[in-house]
């Protein structure tokens, strides 16, 4: 055990979280690129040490909230090769990243909005990234009528939507609470046309916003989305005239 390489501890770590019914779809994705930058400036890592982490923390110093996210979950993967039996795995100490200020919240108009779901009706078919083009249109509106948290929408799955009965079930949420959300007619009935399409190019998916992959979509792609959909570039015009 001891002579695990940096590389399938992550992975076993990863397994880990997956069997105790976590999805930790974000955990490994700062974990990958974790292992990648420690490797590439230390082939001869075995555990996380103070050197390689500092240098990998260092690059996300100018986004607080990836920083953030990135110091927590390699402090949880160190406490688990702790836990079996590797004392050298450096440990970030508590209060060496704190959370970030909130942005204060921005309330759009409905012109905003109309804006923001005709960028998103525009995304084109792409073989690259099967049935985006449907996807995203009803995740976005998903969220934006029923104000789920993104991960919420992203890890739905397919069993627990009943749109023959209006509803769908969120299972777990945040913490051990799980709830049941009621859509209105018109949301049912534009979901109802979005899962009979996305059904032809995914007949067997198991999660209802399912990715090229036929996965859950990871975080980054919302929020790569959401700034690249037009919505950003149209305030900035906004608040120039």
Known sequence: ??????????????????QNGRVYQTGAYYLEKYIR?????????????????????????????????????????SRYLIARGYPDAYLIPAGRTRLPTPVPPYFFTEEE?????????????????????LVLPAMFRLLYCCGLRCKEARVLARKDVHLDKGYFDVLPSKGPK??????????????DGYDQHISHLFPDRRVFFPNRAGSPYGAAMLEKTFCGSGILPFLKRKIRE
Do not use: W
């Open 1 to 18: 055990m001891m002579n695990d390489s940096l590389f399938t501890l992550a992975d076993q770590f990863v397994a880990y979280k997956r």
């Open 37 to 77: 930058f420690a490797t590439e400036t230390n082939p001869e890592v075995t555990v996380p040490d103070r050197k390689n982490v500092e240098g990998f923390l260092e690059k996300y110093e100018d986004t607080p909230g990836s920083l953030y996210n990135a110091a927590a979950f390699l402090r949880e993967f």
């Open 113 to 133: 909005i109309s804006a923001f779901f005709r960028e998103c009706d525009n995304i084109r078919d792409d073989p690259h990234h099967k049935g985006r083009h």
């Open 178 to 191: 799980s709830r049941r959300i009621y859509l209105s007619g018109e949301l049912t009935e534009y979901l």
